[in-house]
Structure formats: structure tokens, C-alpha cells
């Protein structure tokens, strides 16, 4: 048991410890859905909305079902079937609400499902041994976190569609890897403020 | 005896998909269940179940709008204005859009969902549009690529429609095609044999529903279509009338042509150019012949762009567009009616226009 | 080559969209490679045949251009293509997603002075110009990058 409090959690794994800047993880849909800012923000809500709930009953789905039955080692799976029947609600619920946003998120919503970065806060709370409260945070915060970078890139994307003149060997994925290398510089300013792990 | 023990993985895992499961389906049954919803099409309203496509619920109700892509946003063709009940335009048919359209709330109805009480104005003509079930009769070739198809109709066993225009025709899965497709062909027979659908129908070159017609549909088949669609058809003046189609172009001139009476051929003295490559490409020269005996108003011309030995061709030579100056001596009297490939039709409206020839006269289908 | 900002990269689910409609709609028939790996080969082999993929995708426009002029009928060019443009009604959408609309033209096209003959459709062509793929190895207008050089005599 780690000696932070949840909301510290939060703000690290918001900024410090972002799960995309620092751990890389998601990557596919960060390239891939970030060519607008409203598309973004979409994905990026589905994410903190995915990431939260799943962090939480992961949670109990791991303390409360497999520890009690030394079933530890079959937590991918769970975990897996978990975040997929979730990701299917999130689009029910996303489908009902807004029509563009299902429209632009297309198949990437499916695609939540296998965002190695649900997956990966997951795994992180149980190897961090976080409790309740500590996994819920980590989870609102790593989405959170999620959604800021993927907007602040689509921001820079957005802009640089305008204005800049991109060398075309770099067009695309390339130019959006040295962006994300970068604002991830940018984020290690952070790290003097809170500090986990 | 086995120990329970090995059966607790097994057992907790199914016990969690199931749960999860039932998840799921308790928030589609809240979800996804928009009950029922009024739609409301130009003045009339239907009670509808929501939740699907406007080009689909309208099909539901016998409302057919146009649709070639079968609903992928990339056809374009299944435009309706959008009066309420509708969001924001979506990224998928935002590439599809002018943004006139856009300003006019005009919406692709492929796209947008029928989730509450809403309302879409159609063209009226689009209520006419009926899907028709029809029994392949015969079929003969008119040349070595030009086949014509004679459709009886089933159900419903009559079509209205106005010389000139299209049906889109069905072709099912066969063979490595696994989807449905629809593909637009002009109808050649006369309006007033109202049972009958004819086609001519050029064989495209890997094409997925020529082939299917070629190939694989026979006499006695039973095929879908929709119609009839289109504004190609005449139009009530007193003016002369200049007709040019090539190949199976020739289908929609055919059917306005013979539905003509004596009495307008003789006043609007309406002359056909059909351009061909060699003798083999010509097609139903007889019928065109009596045709002319008959109404000594219209005439038929036929012009080959190149011959092929042994073709022994006393008429026109020339393309097309060579040809039509020395019929059109004064473009301000007339009327244009063509048919036939994209390209062969830009050239032709241009030396049309070159003629004197009022843009606004010169009518051809937007298919192409 | 003018093709490769556009190619998916590795990651990109996109591919996986894309692939299952180019073989539904048949244009990868009898290819057992996957298309991250046909465009991979075909590339090599572009360049390993040292074909300038930027000349050659001009001079294709250029030949339908001319083509073009005799509606149908077979047309020289400079003096040493027969070109011979078909065209059909009704537009195809390009199965790679990029809202392209090739008319269904098919340029079949003669190099009078070793007869190589090629045959391509618009689709075709601009799928090499914007995507770097040249179609299944069965597919019934692929675009072999051999024939190219030899119909160009480079």
C-alpha cells in the first residue's frame, strides 16, 4: 500500500505520470483521432468515461472475485471481458446522445476495447496495490490525462494543417511522433510538483 | 471424484461474462429502444419504430429515394431536407455536402436516424417510386457487348412512368460477390405498355452487375428493381428536337421517341444521331427504318467514326460531334436529348452550345 | 514516390477497414499476402525495377487525356501508343476511403513499337497515384510494375 493520498494520485497520473506521455500507451487511437479537436474531446470523454468506470470494477472484480478464489492469474482475462462489455454500453449510451460523435468516432469506439491504455491502468492499480479509492482516482486521472494530450496534439494538428509546411517524408504519423516526443518534454515540467512511482 | 476445485476458473469466468452480459442487455433494452416515433414526409405522417436510417424507415413505409451505394454515404443520391428533429451535419456526409446544400438544411438520408418525432421533405415525384418485382421474359443481343432485356412485372403488375427515365436494377450476390448491388439503366420500351420494362444494357468490363446480367441472369429469373427516377424525359414545346446517343444510350431515346404521337413528330421533326464505331455496333436499323417510314418528320442517322473492312457504309462518317453542325443548322430553334458516355456528351453539349443551341435545352441524365 | 504519406502506418486500424474492402470488392482477388505486405512488396519491386512512379503515373493521365478525344475510338499518340479509352456510366468510389469518385474508365493502351499491351483503369491509376497499391496479383486490372517498364521502354 502506497503512503499517497487518492487525490495526489489524481493530479500525478493527470500530469506526471500521464499514462500516454509517460508510459506510451493508446498510441493507435492518439494518432489515428486526433486530426480534429471536437473528435478529440469525444474520444477523449469516452476514454476518462471508459477508463474510470472500468478502473473500478476491475477493482472489485479483482479483489472481491479472484483474490478470494486465488484466481490472480486469469486477470488479463478478466479484465479483457470487463472493459469490452463496458465499451459496449459506452456506445449504446454514446449512440443514444450524439449522432456526430458516433458518426466520427466510428470504428474507433470498438476500438476502446483494446486501448492498451484501459488495459494498462488496470494493471497498474493492482501492481501498485491501490485501494479504493486510490484506483478510482488513478483511473479518473489517467483518462483525464489521456484525453488532455490527445487534445492538445489535435490543437497543434489542427493548427499545423493551417499554417505549417511539414516536409512531406515527415506527413502524418512522423510528424505526429516528434509533436508527442515533445509535449511529453513538456510534461516532465510537471513532475516537481507531485511525484508517484 | 473429481475436486470441485478445478471447475472454480471455468465457473467464476462464465459467472462474470454472464453478469456482464446481462448488463448489456438491460441498456439496450433501455437504450437502444426509442419506441415509437412520428415521421413526418412532406404533408403525410407515419408512425414508425425509431432508431434506424431515414432511407431505411422510408423504405419500410414504400418510400424509395434514390440510392446507389445501398446506404455507405458515398453515392450521394438520397438527399431530403431535414425540417426538424435532426442534429448537426455528420462527418460522414459532410464530404458529400455543398455548402449551399448545407445552408438549405439538406441532409443524406442514409445517414441520419429517425430517433424522435422529426420531418423530411422529399421531391412529390419520389412518392411514385414503387419496388417492383418483375420475371425475365426474354433477352436477345443487339450487339457483341449490347444486350436487351424485356422484364415482365409481378408485383405490382403496372409502372407509370414518363419516357426517358431510369430504374435501378438489383443485382443479388453471386459468385465472389457477396453484397447486393443497384445500378441505374434507362428504360427503353414505350410509357404505355405499362407491364413491360425494357433495358439495354452495355457490358462493362468487370463490371458487378452487368455481369450478373450477362451471365448469370436467365429467362424465367425473378429480379428486383425500383423506379422510375429521373428528369430526363420530354419536355412539352414546340420546338424541333435534335436526339444523339451512342451504344446503349440509345435505351431513353427509344422510349421518348416512340412514345411521340404523328401529330408532334411532324411538328417538332425530330432527327436521332447515333454514333457508332463500325457497322457491328449498329443495332435495330430495321425497326428505325420503319420507324421513319412511317413518321416522314423524323429521321435516323446513323454515323460510323470507323469502319472495318467489308462494312460497305454509304451513310454519315465522322465522330459524333462532326456530324451534328449539318443537322442543326440554327441551335436557337431546338431542343437537345443525349445519352451516352460522359465523354461523348461534354463534347456534344459544347458543340451544342457552339451552335446557338439555349443551355438550358439540352437534357441528359445526371447518372452518368 | 508521391504514395507513401499516405499509407497507413503499422498501428493504424484503418488498414484492417481498408483491406476487407478492397477484397470485398475484389481487388485483391487470390492474394493470400495481407495489404500491409502487397504494398511492401510492391514497393520493393518499384524500386528494385527502378521505376519513377512520379513520370510514370503522369504519363498514364496524359495517355487517358488524349484518349479521351476520340470518345471511344483508338487514337496515336505521339506516334507510338494506340490508346483506346472506354468509358462506362456511373462512378466508383475509391475502396481506400478517401471519398474519390473514378468514373468507370477503363485505357487500354498499345505500345506500337515492342506491343506491349496495358490495360488500367481511372480507379486503378489513382490508387497508385494517392496509395501506393497496384492491386491483388489476380486482380483483373492490376498493374504490374514489369509491364510498366516495359511499355515505357526505361
Known sequence: ?197 | MVSIDYFIPALSMASLATSLAVIILLAEHFLMDYGEVELQVNDKTFKVKGGSTVLGTLKQEKIFLPSACGGRATCAYCKVKAVTGFGDILPTEAPLLTKEEVSQNIRLACQIKVKNNCAVTIPEELFSIKEFTARLDSVEYLTYDIKHFKFKLLSPSEIDFKAGQYVQFQSPPYGEVSESVYRAYSMSGRADARDVIELMVRLVPEGICTTYMFNHLKVGHEVSLTGPYGDFFLRDTDRKMVCIAGGSGMAPIRSILSGMTTGDIEKRRPVFLFGARARRDLFLLSEWAEFEAKHPGFRFIPALSGQEPGDDWSGETGRITDVIAKYVPDGRDFEAYLCGSPGMLNACVDVLRNLGVNEERIFYDKFG | MTSLVDRPVKSDPDIFETEHRLRQGNYMRGESRNLRNLLEDDLALVVSLDLQMDFIVTELERLYREGLRAYGDPIIVNGKYEVEVREDRGKTPCPWGDRFFAPKTVVSARNLENGTILKYSLLGLHMIKRHGFFQGAQSPFRIEPSLLKKFFDL
Not at chain 1, 59 to 74: R, T
Open chain 1, 1 to 197: 500500500m502506497q503512503e499517497v493520498g487518492a487525490f495526489v494520485i489524481f493530479f500525478a497520473s493527470i500530469f506526471t505520470s500521464n499514462i500516454l506521455l509517460t508510459n506510451f500507451l493508446g498510441m493507435c487511437s492518439y494518432l489515428s483521432v486526433s486530426r480534429e479537436i471536437r473528435t478529440a474531446w469525444g474520444l477523449g470523454i469516452a476514454v476518462v468515461f471508459v477508463m474510470t468506470i472500468t478502473s473500478v470494477a476491475n477493482y472489485f472484480v479483482y479483489y472481491y472475485m479472484l483474490v478470494p478464489l486465488q484466481l490472480e492469474y486469469l486477470e488479463y482475462i478478466a479484465f479483457i471481458i470487463v472493459i469490452a462489455a463496458l465499451v459496449q454500453v459506452v456506445e449504446m449510451i454514446i449512440e443514444r446522445t450524439s449522432d456526430r460523435l458516433y458518426a466520427s468516432l466510428g470504428i474507433f469506439l470498438p476500438l476502446i476495447t483494446v486501448n492498451c491504455a484501459v488495459l494498462g491502468a488496470a494493471l497498474f492499480l493492482i501492481i501498485r496495490k491501490y485501494d479504493f479509492y486510490q484506483s478510482l482516482a488513478y483511473g479518473a486521472g489517467s483518462g483525464i490525462g489521456w484525453m488532455l494530450a490527445i487534445m492538445a496534439l489535435a490543437g497543434i494538428r489542427a493548427k499545423m494543417a493551417r499554417r505549417s509546411k511539414v516536409i512531406p517524408a515527415l506527413e502524418g504519423p512522423g510528424i505526429v511522433l516528434i509533436v508527442t516526443g515533445i509535449i511529453a518534454l513538456g510534461f516532465i515540467g510537471f513532475s516537481g510538483i507531485v511525484q508517484i512511482n
